[in-house]
């Protein structure tokens, strides 16, 4: 069982990997490409093949994004028919030329559940364990989709590593249950304790460990499942470095707010400001019924995805943050969601 390291890849590293791990995804057969904004030195556009499958070509020389997105209506029901005609897509306010669109409903998913086992949270962990259970029951597609567990309070501790097995995945949070009760600990890899953490909650450091320690190399959607009632008390980093890290990395940040209702509940604002800028969402719920459909919501907004690929046109390897922005011209009412942008690589 691997510990998650304070540590982080180097820049040029990570880079160099995502390089490969990019052209390795657009030609590994039956697995979609989902190379993100780093310089792979392919391109990849859309063609079809004789049976009038769309299919992916690669030419040499330049660099993609990706952007995953979904679109809902007032009554939150997904648009499940765009086509490429439908959308457009900004870069620093500038129209950008698609070259891949499609629906990316059979993604492999790569899942981070990070639990918050702090006192202000505990009393609530029990039916957090029981719908988690259910979720990763109706979510995780043995061999296919990935999940790990690690619970944290001033310091994040993997209970399950990354695993294809769902019942792999309900031992851990069944550990997280047993062991949740104040002064206990698990027998979980620790991360070395964060520094002034003492019994406190580092959700950001919590997060920036996970995605550069964890989620960084994996394929597929790379996502974390971030249950906590919004409070950090312990992290050395902020909110906007939590995010930073998630872009970088490409993962999408989902949040089920959880609280002790008879302390401070849930901080709603701060877990959308930390969810809602890579792509993802928080959910508040009020009860167990209540959050057994902040699962079902959850599950349902991974499968409804899209993405699009675009060559950006700004082609400086500057390292800068580039805001990215989706539009479905002639629909203002309609909820995009998706990241809201990314760092060029730098030379």
């Excluded at 052209?23 to 009038?52: D, H, I, K």
């Excluded at 702090?118 to 999940?147: H, K, W």
Aim: hydrophobic share 35%; net charge neutral.
């Amino acid at each position: 069982m691997i510990a998650i390291r304070p540590h982080r890849l180097s820049p040029l590293c990570a880079f160099l990997l995502a390089a490969l791990l990019g052209v390795f995804s657009a030609l590994t057969p039956g697995r979609s490409s989902v190379a993100g904004a780093q310089q792979s030195g392919q391109e990849q556009t859309q063609g079809r093949n004789p049976q009038g499958e769309d299919v992916q070509k690669i030419r040499v020389g330049t660099q993609l994004v990706n952007v995953f997105f979904s679109a809902t209506d007032k009554e939150n029901h997904y648009l499940k028919d765009l086509t490429k005609n439908d959308v457009i897509v900004l870069e620093n306010g500038r129209p950008q030329e698609i070259f891949t669109f499609r629906r990316e409903s059979n993604l492999p998913l790569t899942l981070a559940i990070l639990v918050d086992v702090s006192n202000s949270v505990r009393p609530v962990i029990p039916e957090l364990t029981d719908a988690g259970t259910r979720f990763i029951n109706s979510v995780i597609r043995p061999g296919y989709d990935t999940g790990a567990v690690i619970q944290f309070d001033s310091e994040a501790t993997v209970i399950q590593d990354l695993t294809s097995n769902p019942a792999r995945l309900r031992r851990g949070l069944e550990e997280i249950r047993r062991t949740a009760a104040p002064g206990r600990r698990s027998h979980g890899a620790t991360m070395p304790p964060f520094p002034g953490g003492q019994g406190g909650t580092s959700i950001y450091d919590s997060i920036i460990a996970t995605c550069g320690d964890l989620l960084t190399e994996q394929p597929g959607r790379r996502t974390i499942i971030l249950f906590t009632d919004g409070y950090d008390t312990t992290s050395m980093k902020k909110r906007s470095a939590a995010v930073d890290e998630a872009l970088r990395a490409e993962v999408v940040i989902y949040a089920i707010g959880i609280g002790d209702p008879s302390e401070d509940g849930v901080d709603k604002g701060e877990l959308k400001k930390l969810c809602e800028p890579t792509g993802g969402r928080a959910f508040i719920p009020r009860d167990a019924a209540d959050l057994s459909r902040a699962f079902a919501e959850l599950e349902e907004d991974l499968r409804q995805q899209y993405l699009l690929a675009y060559e950006p046109a700004n082609v400086a390897a500057d390292g800068k943050f580039r805001k990215i922005e989706v539009r479905i011209p002639g629909h203002k009412e309609l909820r995009i969601r998706h990241r809201r942008g990314y760092y060029a690589p730098k030379t």
